[in-house]
């Protein structure tokens, strides 16, 4: 830039890059905000919509496993057709991550 050294020049350039950064990177949890995943467990008896950010918006639950299963079974299909959504949402945000580009240095740690 003219009139400001060079080092001057450089830092604006990052602060730059930094905002066009967190702005991407908040677009990036809006978009994810609205992408759906959909898990099951127990042969679909339980199921579980979660957003792209791993928040669980639904849980359904076919009426027929209340006749057959107590609620520790019950307990333990909820718990993992979540993780298994919470985890493909942590999926989801490190492979959107990745196409978010990085800063020009390595982090400080």
């Given at each position: 830039?003219?009139?400001?050294?060079?080092?001057?020049?450089?830092?604006?350039?990052?602060?730059?890059?930094?905002?066009?950064?967190?702005?991407?990177?908040?677009?990036?949890?809006?978009?994810?905000?609205g992408r759906t995943i959909e898990t099951t467990a127990g042969?679909?008896?339980?199921?579980?919509?979660?957003?792209?950010?791993?928040?669980?918006?639904?849980?359904?639950?076919?009426?027929?496993?209340?006749?057959?299963?107590?609620?520790?079974?019950?307990?333990?299909?909820?718990?993992?057709?979540?993780?298994?959504?919470?985890?493909?949402?942590?999926?989801?945000?490190?492979?959107?991550?990745?196409?978010?580009?990085?800063?020009?240095?390595?982090?400080?740690?």
């Amino acid at each position: 830039m003219a009139g400001q050294p060079d080092g001057m020049a450089d830092l604006q350039q990052l602060f730059q890059l930094g905002q066009q950064m967190q702005g991407r990177l908040q677009e990036l949890q809006t978009e994810l905000a609205g992408r759906t995943i959909e898990t099951t467990a127990g042969g679909g008896m339980v199921r579980v919509t979660a957003d792209g950010r791993g928040t669980v918006r639904s849980v359904t639950i076919e009426p027929a496993i209340f006749e057959r299963h107590d609620a520790e079974f019950l307990g333990d299909l909820v718990l993992a057709a979540v993780a298994e959504a919470q985890r493909r949402a942590a999926e989801l945000l490190q492979s959107e991550m990745r196409k978010v580009p990085s800063l020009p240095f390595p982090p400080p740690f």
